[in-house]
């Protein structure tokens, strides 16, 4: 069945980065968007960007412009989500999720376990 | 950008009750809205899409309707594991805004 599996919890001090991995399985991988969301303690679900595994393309909410960055690797069917200049507010769980039709114009269907970011000097 | 609003904010009803949730967006979204459901501690899950589709392996008490601006998430016969926060989203175009949530407790 499909699934995507992040990587493990990271703490990272303020200024810093942190990569996060989401490794897909049991679905063409390129044939799939992969949509990033984070939840902050406590919080709602916020919409980071898309990553076209197929082509590499991607699209940012407009806050994370210029902080965030996703790419993804075909050859071990596995997308990354990179967030720079880390502050306390980036606390949060971070998900990725795949659309629900080879389209960024969808539903988010199949969901990681997350993976939580603790920002923290 | 458009915005997702969802009411109310939480929620107590009795096992068996109707439960209705509402979204409103800002702007008219056609039928690009799904609903979800995060039990606390675990990954929101998708429940309906295309504002009324029911995604697969989801108990037929869960329905959506709606189309343009307002929309309804209904839970014709609340059960103790429907114990969660329900979001919306909208999904036409970006930003793929969600709702704030709506806690649903039992009475």
């Known amino acids: 069945q499909a699934q995507l599996v992040q990587s493990g919890a990271e703490v990272k001090k303020p200024g810093a980065s942190v990569k996060v991995s989401c490794q897909a399985s049991?679905?063409?991988?390129?044939?799939?968007?992969i949509h990033w969301v984070r939840q902050a303690p406590g919080q709602g679900l916020e919409w980071m960007g898309w990553?076209?595994?197929?082509?590499?393309?991607?699209s940012y909410a407009q806050k994370f412009q210029g902080r965030v960055t996703m790419t993804r690797d075909t050859s071990i069917s596995t997308a990354y989500m990179e967030v720079s200049r880390l502050i306390s507010d980036d606390t949060a769980v971070y998900y990725c999720a795949r659309d629900l039709a080879a389209a960024p114009e969808n539903a988010f269907d199949i969901w990681g376990q997350g993976t939580m970011v603790t920002v923290s000097s | 950008d458009t915005q997702m609003t969802q009411s109310p904010s939480s929620l107590s009803a009795s096992v068996g009750d109707r439960v209705t949730i509402t979204c409103r967006a800002s702007?008219?979204?056609?039928?690009?809205l799904a609903w979800y459901q995060q039990k606390p501690g675990k990954v929101p899950k998708l429940l309906i899409y295309?504002?009324?589709t029911l995604q697969s392996g989801v108990p037929s008490r869960f329905s959506g309707s709606g189309s343009g601006t307002d929309f309804t998430l209904t839970i014709s016969s609340l059960q103790p594991e429907d114990v969660a926060t329900y979001y919306c989203?909208?999904?036409?175009?970006?930003?793929?805004?969600f709702g704030q949530g709506t806690k649903v407790e039992i009475k």
């Open positions: 990553i076209n595994s197929n082509s590499g393309g991607t």
């Open positions: 989203q909208k999904y036409n175009s970006g930003p793929w805004t």
């Open positions: 702007q008219g979204i056609r039928n690009y």
């Open positions: 049991g679905y063409t991988f390129t044939a799939y968007y």
């Open positions: 295309a504002a009324s």
